[in-house]
């Protein structure tokens, strides 16, 4: 009445969505935003097919940069499956009608096939524990409670003293010089008790690989104190302690493959120097199996680091018999391990043995050329042609 214009009330904003959020309850459960997204784009864009998406998503991954993006989705895919499963639902069934909103399906699939992942904000619990994240931590201390004595103790007091020296400004170098001493001594204390002195130098070790993570080790002291420590424990006496064989040696395989900083260089065949002939078939049988884990969650650097290993364990167990079938397994992807192989051969006087070392792995792979160089380096002779088999 006045003339004067009335004030628009502004409208309530709405709250942004990144998907861990509930989206509705179904089946006595509680499922998520994600949960929908990732349904509408396989029954919409994939007819249900889980391969498929897993596939588009994987293909989908950049070959010139590391994301973990790719495997947070996939993570979060494998689960959902699981638990539409447990709950006895399709895919179908939970998403129904929401099937015929055109613009919620360009949403899903913006969200699931081509928009990056805010770490911060976007994941949900399967996205943060990726099979990398959960064979990484199995790796650190998965088996801890199957040894006799725990190495939880000892990592804790080990883990103390870095992040002592991290906030005194100390990089790899100091870390490694506060540790140094603090082992001896502990170590001097649990003479004649071996359970314990096992324990000890597992939880240093999971202390130090965590620390290598987090601080800058210019010189290498900390991975040079680290590998060291890693090839001692290795030689220490295992079966007084009552541990079972399996567990030790999954624990050693699995810290071997993950420790990602280089600790074995040179020392490659530390770890399985104690490896009696009793227990190595256990132990190739771990490694392989290992290596199949890892390969099928697409983790194909640790997958290779397995199967490097089987080499590295026939070398120091000197089993002439394996080494050419190992070979064979291995191709001509790694050049270490194969040199490994043959110089095996030549200690024992075995020239023949390793020409046909070099002959196994003969074929298109990264370093072909490279091994037939250093065939003929070793043996004197080109790796001989590799014979074909008849197969009906």
């Not at 784009?41 to 940069?65: H, I, K, M, N, T």
């Not at 070398?315 to 191709?331: K, N, S, Y």
């Not at 020239?351 to 070793?378: M, S």
């Amino acid at each position: 009445m006045s003339g004067e214009p009335t004030a628009q009330v502004p409208r309530p904003r709405s709250k942004p969505i990144f998907g861990p959020e509930p989206w509705q309850e179904a089946a006595g459960r509680t499922w998520s935003h994600w949960d929908l997204w990732f349904c509408l784009v396989l029954v919409s864009e994939f007819d249900g097919d889980w391969a498929a998406l897993a596939e588009e998503l994987w293909r989908r991954r950049s070959p010139y940069l590391l994301t973990l993006d790719e495997e947070s989705k996939v993570s979060h895919l494998e689960d959902l499956r699981a638990r539409l499963a447990d709950a006895g639902l399709g895919a179908a069934d939970l998403v129904a009608e929401a099937t015929d909103d055109r613009k919620l399906l360009a949403k899903a699939c913006r969200k699931v096939l081509d928009q990056p992942l805010d770490r911060g904000r976007d994941l949900t619990s399967a996205m943060r524990a990726t099979p990398r994240e959960r064979l990484w931590c199995r790796a650190l201390h998965g088996h801890w409670e199957h040894f006799p004595a725990s190495p939880a103790s000892a990592h804790a007091r080990f883990a103390e003293q870095v992040a002592r020296a991290r906030r005194r400004g100390r990089g790899g170098y100091g870390i490694a010089q506060t540790l140094q001493p603090l082992l001896d001594d502990q170590d001097r204390r649990l003479t004649g008790d071996p359970a314990a002195r096992l324990a000890l130098w597992r939880g240093l070790l999971t202390a130090g690989i965590e620390a290598l993570g987090e601080v800058r080790d210019r010189d290498g002291e900390l991975a040079g104190f680290l590998g060291g420590s890693l090839a001692a424990y290795a030689r220490l006496p295992w079966q007084p302690t009552g541990i079972e064989a399996e567990v030790y040696f999954a624990d050693l395989c699995e810290l071997c493959v993950w420790e990602n900083h280089g600790l074995l260089y040179r020392r490659e065949t530390a770890p399985f120097a104690g490896v009696d002939v009793e227990h190595h078939d256990l132990v190739e049988r771990l490694l392989w199996s290992l290596a199949a884990e890892l390969d099928g969650h697409r983790l194909g650097y640790q997958a290779e680091v397995a199967v490097g290993l089987v080499a590295y364990l026939q070398a120091a167990t000197a089993r002439l018999d394996r080494l050419v079938a190992t070979a064979e397994r291995l191709g001509s992807d790694q050049w270490m391990p194969i040199v490994a192989l043959a110089e095996t051969a030549l200690a024992a006087g075995r020239r023949d043995l390793a020409r046909r070392v070099f002959a196994a792995a003969n074929r298109p792979g990264h370093h072909q050329d490279y091994l037939a160089a250093r065939c003929l380096e070793l043996t004197g002779g080109p790796p001989p042609r590799r014979r074909l088999r008849a197969v009906e």
